[in-house]
């Protein structure tokens, strides 16, 4: 078991590292019987303008767009269409931003609003944009508040809920921090609203089978995403290198205790080395599009040597994609070795597969590059988090 005293020192360690920071707001925090709690986000603008001035720079990923419209136009309950929801959010964002814009003004701080769907994260061009914007934003000492764009998303662009959206920020901001706040003390050994006696964990070094079966997915009546969710969220940061913590934004004070390292919610640590950039974008914001089988000489070169996939080691391939797709690799027992980008198309990997580099340019008439996938373009499996996009 942990003693306390390294617990203690992590979060310090976490805590005074920290330059950037990205702080995920839930709904179950924001918002109250009457809409938009302006007491909670009062309190934390407050605590974040603290943070700023110990020169740390934040951003915010902020949920409540729909519960603020579903309270301002006197809805009941959550809707249920596509279209009811989209115009709740559309009533609900400016409410949102507004209580954001007026609270910061009392700390003469200034904040901007970005909308996004997944879709703009997808296209690498538009990454960047959004990458660059961000950066922009944060130079000028402005927080940006991000949320996704409720008002025009659809099932196939959603990020389907803004705790991994905070994960894709954190990785798209290269943050040193990610911070869930929630309606929870934290990841509990068991569930609290059933057992008296459970208790936070409050530290996870690795996020297996056991720690899994701990969450609970119990969102709120206004939230789409519970323990389960951020989870997900820990798994995606962790594995790319960054630390997160869930803590309860309804506690007073929550995020000067974080940052004063003391011991409130449950700390996830890094899994590994920070990935850059590219292969994060690869790892947790793309979509395989098809499969690439292995040979097992390549298959090991790949997982164990670091190497880039050749053509003489692929022996099969599924589904239908284009050069520069994100595609899955595969062992012979089709176990998932990683992720990468190819290229080349399927129609042409399928008429090269097993020869050798040197034979590509006789058989195509033409030849893109010596690799399949470049290893600076692929990511192993075990920094990926192993949700149903990607496994």
Not at 225 to 249: E, R
Request: glycine share 10%; with cysteine; hydrophobic share 40%.
């Amino acid at each position: 078991m942990v003693s306390v005293s390294v617990i203690s020192q992590e979060r310090k360690k976490v805590a005074d590292s920290a330059r950037r920071v990205v702080i995920k707001v839930g709904s179950s925090v924001l918002t109250s019987s009457r809409g938009v709690d302006l007491g909670v986000i009062n309190r934390l603008c407050d605590e974040i303008s603290m943070l700023r001035e110990q020169g740390r720079q934040v951003v915010i990923v902020s949920s409540g767009a729909i519960a603020s419209g579903i309270r301002k136009v006197g809805l009941s309950e959550m809707p249920k269409t596509i279209p009811q929801k989209q115009a709740a959010a559309a009533v609900g964002q400016g409410s949102l931003i507004q209580a954001y814009e007026e609270a910061f003004s009392h700390y003469d701080l200034k904040v901007a609003q970005i909308l996004l769907t997944s879709d703009d994260l997808i296209n690498r061009r538009r990454y960047l944009n959004a990458r660059h914007t961000l950066q922009t934003l944060l130079d000028w000492g402005i927080i940006p508040v991000v949320n996704e764009n409720d008002t025009v998303v659809v099932d196939e662009i959603k990020f389907g809920d803004n705790d991994n959206l905070s994960a894709l920020i954190a990785q798209l901001t290269e943050a040193d921090l990610l911070v869930a706040l929630t309606d929870m003390d934290g990841l509990y050994d068991s569930d609290p609203r059933k057992h008296q006696n459970a208790s936070v964990i409050p530290v996870v070094h690795r996020i297996d089978q056991q720690v899994e079966g701990f969450a609970g997915d119990q969102p709120g009546r206004l939230g789409t995403g519970g323990m389960v969710s951020k989870l997900l969220a820990a798994k995606k940061v962790t594995a790319a290198g960054v630390p997160m913590i869930i803590g309860n934004g309804r506690n007073r004070y929550v995020l000067k205790q974080i940052f004063d390292g003391e011991e409130v919610g449950t700390l996830f640590l890094p899994a590994g080395r920070r990935l850059s950039s590219k292969k994060q974008w690869i790892a947790h914001t793309l979509k395989p599009q098809g499969d690439i089988i292995l040979d097992g000489g390549a298959a090991e070169a790949l997982k164990s040597r670091g190497k880039s996939l050749l053509s003489t080691g692929i022996i099969g391939l599924r589904g239908e994609f284009e050069v520069g797709s994100p595609v899955r690799c595969l062992n012979n027992e089709e176990e998932v070795i990683g992720i990468g980008l190819v290229n080349y198309s399927a129609d042409e990997i399928d008429k090269i597969k097993g020869v050798r580099s040197n034979r590509i340019e006789d058989i195509l008439g033409y030849k893109h590059s010596d690799e399949v996938i470049h290893r600076d373009n692929f990511v192993l499996r075990e920094a990926i988090a192993s949700d149903d996009e990607h496994t």
